[in-house]
């Protein structure tokens, strides 16, 4: 039913209603009434009073089904029975979420969270509950919880058994790549990251809503994370195989994946000899080496209410655009996400995601020499009133990466990119200028018309 209110198909109580009416549902419950708790006999089943009774069993649910959907705050109620979708509720419907998972959230996200408060909001979502939960797995949960960083904690008071702590589990036995007690464990691993992807961005848009930057950003490592299975503090070129999940101490090694994606030939060259990189391990590392993006921001069309990212990526991009994630059940593709924001007062002010194929069609988001290219236009807040104030200072992350990008009234101070599936990958532009909006200027020269008087003072009305 939210979905059908963010879709405007239905906009008012009895809209609901004759919706229902076109249902499968509609006719079982006439045909089998006491299976949906009408005590209606089967003498009266044909009768204007078991007609009645359902109309009013369908009056009750439609009141208690909006009445859930607005205490999750994804729809507004009219004391006039008109019913209208919140962004909450667009979201829940983009995603095909439970709108409880939704309630969650909003309910205990906060500023400033931790990487364990994102993963355990985001292990806590309500397509988590039917999580499989095997007898005597809750003694399996219990030795690996021991093996595994972060503790249920998090969780106050569920018990090992509870699907939810088994889905925090899991998810990190994924990131830190440990193998699995039992076999069961292995398709019940599988089930939860193939649910953990669209969660975490219904999460990311439901932050964005809230205007929470700090935490949106980690809900964004959290998925950068899940998807290279590695934790932020992880070396992040231990996503290529063969590397340590430690930077080894003394060598001269590129500390962030940009780094190493920009080095030329000889540079990588000596790269490798330093990692020494085991031959059985030569060609898969070759392989994620040539994947990992080399970037180059650009922004353009600068002007006092708009302004566009401009990414073009500088190597070659895989099969399908698709990221290096071998450790993922399924391919992803690389996508990024452009955020409006001011980092002073960790507050977001919009987030927009672009990929390398968001061109017109059949040009697969590729620039005439060649090189993918995916470009973000924003669109710069003006003030309550409608005016554009000057010495505005607001920034612009481009996460896709993710990019930070700092808006001035005459100075973007930084634009910063970081990647949403390679760990750690950050992009900067700093001393980007912007202008102020034009303005009318009196510079005195033109004579202001005088007020004419006709006769003397006798002339003004008594």
């Known amino acids: 039913m939210g979905a059908e209110v963010s879709a405007e198909t239905i906009t008012t109580k009895q809209d609901a209603l004759d919706y229902l009416t076109w249902t499968f549902f509609f006719r079982r419950l006439h045909k089998n009434p006491s299976y949906y708790g009408l005590e209606i006999s089967a003498e009266e089943h044909n009768t204007i009073s078991a007609q009645q009774s359902a109309n009013d069993y369908m009056i009750s649910?439609?009141?208690?089904?909006?009445?859930?959907?607005?205490?999750?705050?994804?729809?507004?109620?009219?004391?006039?029975?008109?019913?209208?979708?919140?962004?909450?509720?667009?979201?829940?419907?983009?995603?095909?979420?439970?709108?409880?998972?939704?309630?969650?959230?909003?309910?205990?996200?906060?500023?400033?969270?931790?990487?364990?408060?994102?993963?355990?909001?985001?292990?806590?979502?309500?397509?988590?509950?039917?999580?499989?939960?095997?007898?005597?797995?809750?003694?399996?949960?219990?030795?690996?919880?021991?093996?595994?960083?972060?503790?249920?904690?998090?969780?106050?008071?569920?018990?090992?058994?509870?699907?939810?702590?088994?889905?925090?589990?899991?998810?990190?036995?994924?990131?830190?790549?440990?193998?699995?007690?039992?076999?069961?464990?292995?398709?019940?691993?599988?089930?939860?990251?193939?649910?953990?992807i669209r969660v975490i961005q219904a999460s990311i848009d439901v932050l964005t809503e809230m205007g929470f930057l700090s935490s949106c950003m980690q809900m964004i490592t959290l998925l950068q994370c899940i998807k290279c299975a590695r934790w932020p503090t992880d070396y992040p070129l231990s996503i290529l195989s063969g590397v340590p999940i430690k930077q080894p101490s003394g060598k001269d090694l590129p500390p962030t994946l940009q780094g190493f994606s920009a080095e030329s030939e000889l540079a990588y060259q000596r790269t490798v000899t330093t990692l020494d990189i085991p031959r059985h391990n030569s060609a898969a590392f070759q392989k994620g080496a040539k994947a990992i993006p080399c970037l180059k921001i650009d922004v353009r069309d600068l002007t006092a209410l708009s302004l566009s990212v401009v990414l073009t990526r500088q190597n070659l991009l895989g099969p399908d655009g698709k990221m290096y994630a071998p450790r993922f059940p399924k391919s992803q593709t690389e996508g990024w996400f452009v955020i409006l924001c001011k980092e002073d007062k960790d507050e977001i002010i919009a987030i927009k995601r672009v990929g390398w194929n968001s061109g017109g069609p059949g040009d697969k988001g590729k620039s005439g020499g060649g090189r993918p290219t995916a470009k973000a236009a924003i669109k710069l807040p003006v003030e309550e009133s409608g005016l554009i104030s000057d010495g505005?200072?607001?920034?612009?992350?481009?996460?896709?990466?993710?990019?930070?990008?700092?808006?001035?009234?005459?100075?973007?101070?930084?634009?910063?990119?970081?990647?949403?599936?390679?760990?750690?990958?950050?992009?900067?532009?700093?001393?980007?200028?912007?202008?102020?909006?034009?303005?009318?200027?009196?510079?005195?020269?033109?004579?202001?018309?005088?007020?004419?008087?006709?006769?003397?003072?006798?002339s003004q009305a008594s």
């Not at 939704?102 to 292990?123: E, G, P, Q």
């Not at 904690?153 to 007690?181: C, E, N, T, Y």
């Not at 505005?392 to 808006?407: E, G, I, N, T």
């Not at 970081?418 to 005195?444: F, N």
């Open 61 to 196: 649910m439609v009141d208690k089904s909006l009445g859930e959907l607005a205490e999750s705050k994804c729809l507004e109620m009219y004391p006039n029975g008109d019913v209208d979708s919140t962004p909450l509720g667009k979201i829940m419907s983009y995603y095909y979420l439970s709108h409880r998972t939704i309630r969650h959230l909003v309910k205990h996200a906060t500023r400033n969270a931790t990487f364990t408060d994102v993963l355990s909001w985001m292990s806590s979502a309500t397509e988590y509950d039917e999580l499989p939960v095997r007898h005597n797995e809750d003694l399996i949960n219990a030795e690996l919880a021991k093996n595994l960083p972060l503790s249920i904690k998090a969780f106050g008071d569920l018990p090992l058994w509870d699907p939810h702590v088994k889905a925090f589990l899991l998810l990190q036995a994924h990131m830190s790549r440990i193998d699995l007690p039992i076999t069961d464990y292995v398709g019940d691993q599988t089930s939860v990251l193939d649910q953990a």
């Open 392 to 458: 505005r200072k607001l920034d612009v992350w481009v996460s896709a990466p993710l990019f930070h990008l700092y808006l001035g009234c005459w100075l973007i101070t930084l634009v910063q990119v970081v990647s949403d599936g390679y760990l750690g990958m950050t992009y900067k532009i700093k001393g980007v200028e912007i202008p102020d909006a034009p303005k009318v200027v009196d510079d005195g020269k033109k004579e202001k018309p005088r007020d004419e008087k006709v006769g003397g003072p006798s």
